[in-house]
C-alpha cells in the first residue's frame, strides 16, 4: 500500500484500504481527489502474470466495463498503466457481497432469492442483449453485491468474455461449482450465466457449495438440498436454471412458475354433455345390474311364459350387450389418458424446463410416427 502515500496517476487517486484479492488482481477501496468520491480500484501485475492470456482479459474487462452502462453493473471511471500493473477504476458499489453474508452467517430467505432473480434477470437481458453480447462467466456468491436498499448489482468482468464464436472455443474461466458444465469445454454461452446465478441461490438457502450438494447425474438434486427451504414453486424454477444440459436449459432467467412443475397425478379426463359422450360411463354403471337382471329373467319367464316374458328376455340379452360395449370404450379412453400421462411424464423428465401441454405432446407424437416410419423405411 505504498501507492496509497504519493497516489496513483499523479496523486489523483489514494488507496485506502483493500477490499479483497482475486486470480485476477487485488481490488482496493480508494478516494478520487479530483471528483471528491470513493471507488474501486481493480490492480492487475502484468510482470506476475502466469501468460499473456491474463493479460488480455484484464484488458478486455477495461474495455468491456468502458462500454456498458446499468444501474446494477459497476460504472466506469478510467484505467491506465502505472509502474508495471494495469489499474482499472470503476464506481465502488456500497454494500455487501453474497460471500461475506454467508462467511458471517447472515440468513438468506426465499424472499431475498426472488429479488435476486428479478435483478439478475434485468442485468442479464442487458448484457446478453448487447451488441456484440456479453457473457459474465463467473456469477458467485462473492461477485454478487446486496445494496443496502436490499436489491442486487454484479461485479468482477475479469472472466467477462465479449464476444460468442459460433464454434465456442472459449479460454475455460469460472468458478468450480458455480460453472456450469459446457465451461469446462470452453462453450460459455449466455445460459452458463443462467446457471451461475441458480447455483448461487442455491448455495445462499442451503449454506452449501453446489459441488457437495445432493446430485442426480450431473443434476443438482434441488428438491434434495432446499426441502423445507423454498417454495415448489422456486425449486422448480431453479432445477430449470441448473439444468446441467445447455440446450435444454432456458436462455434467461424465467419468471418464477415458469418451469414445469412435476405432476403429482393423471391428468383428468374431460366429460361433456353430449350422450355420446355420457354414454359409456352410464353403460359401465349398468354392467354392474347385468346379475341381477338375468335373475328377473328366470323369473319372469317361469311366471309368464308368454310374449311379454319374451321381449323382456330380448331386452334383458341386448341391454347388457349394449353395456359391455360401453364398458370396454369407457376402458379403452381410461388407458389412452394413462399412456398421454405416462408420456408427459417422460418429456418432462427429460426436459424439465419445458411445458408439456396437449398441443406440444401432440408433435411430439406425430415426430415419433415420423421416426419410427423412417427406421421402418
Not at 504519493?6 to 486470480?23: H, N, P, T, W
Request: net charge neutral; hydrophobic share 45%; glycine share 8%.
Amino acid at each position: 500500500m505504498a501507492a496509497a502515500e504519493a497516489g496513483l496517476k499523479e496523486g489523483r487517486y489514494a488507496l485506502v484500504r483493500k477490499l479483497g484479492e482475486g486470480a485476477q488482481g487485488s481490488t482496493f477501496e480508494a478516494v478520487d481527489g479530483r471528483e471528491g468520491r470513493l471507488v474501486a480500484i481493480k490492480r492487475f501485475e502484468v510482470r506476475g502474470a502466469a501468460k499473456w492470456k491474463d493479460v488480455e482479459l484484464a484488458e478486455r474487462e477495461a474495455r468491456v466495463l468502458a462500454s456498458i452502462s446499468h444501474p446494477m453493473l459497476p460504472t466506469y471511471i478510467d484505467h491506465f498503466e502505472e509502474g508495471g500493473s494495469l489499474y482499472l477504476v470503476m464506481e465502488k458499489i456500497e454494500g455487501e457481497s453474497l460471500a461475506a453474508l454467508r462467511k458471517r452467517g447472515a440468513r438468506f430467505t426465499e424472499a431475498d432469492a426472488v429479488r435476486l432473480l428479478r435483478d439478475a434477470s434485468v442485468a442479464l437481458e442487458y448484457l446478453h442483449g448487447a451488441s456484440p453480447a456479453i457473457v459474465h462467466r463467473d456469477l458467485k456468491p462473492g461477485n454478487v453485491i446486496r445494496k443496502p436498499d436490499g436489491g442486487y448489482a454484479f461485479v468482477d468482468f475479469g472472466a467477462v468474455r465479449d464476444r460468442l464464436k459460433a464454434e465456442g472455443g472459449s479460454t475455460v474461466v469460472g468458478t468450480f461449482g458455480f460453472m456450469a458444465p459446457e465451461q469446462f469445454q470452453g462453450r460459455a454461452q449466455a445460459s452458463s450465466d443462467v446457471y451461475g446465478i441458480g447455483a448461487t441461490i442455491i448455495a445462499m438457502l442451503s449454506g452449501i457449495d453446489p459441488e457437495d450438494l445432493p446430485h442426480k447425474g450431473l443434476r443438482i438434486d434441488v428438491a434434495a438440498a432446499l426441502s423445507e427451504r423454498a417454495s415448489d414453486e422456486l425449486i422448480a424454477t431453479l432445477a430449470a436454471m441448473t439444468d446441467p444440459d445447455p440446450d435444454t436449459r432456458p436462455a434467461c432467467i424465467p419468471k418464477l412458475g415458469e418451469a414445469v412443475k412435476p405432476i403429482e397425478k393423471a391428468d383428468p379426463i374431460p366429460t361433456v354433455g353430449k350422450w355420446a359422450d355420457r354414454f359409456p360411463e352410464l353403460a359401465r354403471a349398468f354392467w354392474r345390474f347385468v346379475p341381477l337382471l338375468w335373475a328377473v329373467c328366470g323369473l319372469t319367464w317361469w311366471l309368464a311364459p308368454n310374449a311379454i316374458a319374451r321381449d323382456f328376455t330380448a331386452g334383458v340379452i341386448f341391454l347388457p350387450g349394449l353395456s359391455l360395449f360401453g364398458k370396454r370404450r369407457l376402458d379403452n379412453r381410461d388407458l389412452v389418458a394413462r399412456v398421454r400421462a405416462e408420456k408427459r411424464q417422460r418429456v418432462r423428465f427429460r426436459h424439465p424446463a419445458v411445458r408439456v401441454d396437449s398441443q406440444s405432446l401432440e408433435m411430439l407424437e406425430e415426430e415419433e410416427e415420423a421416426e419410427r416410419a423412417r427406421k421402418r423405411s
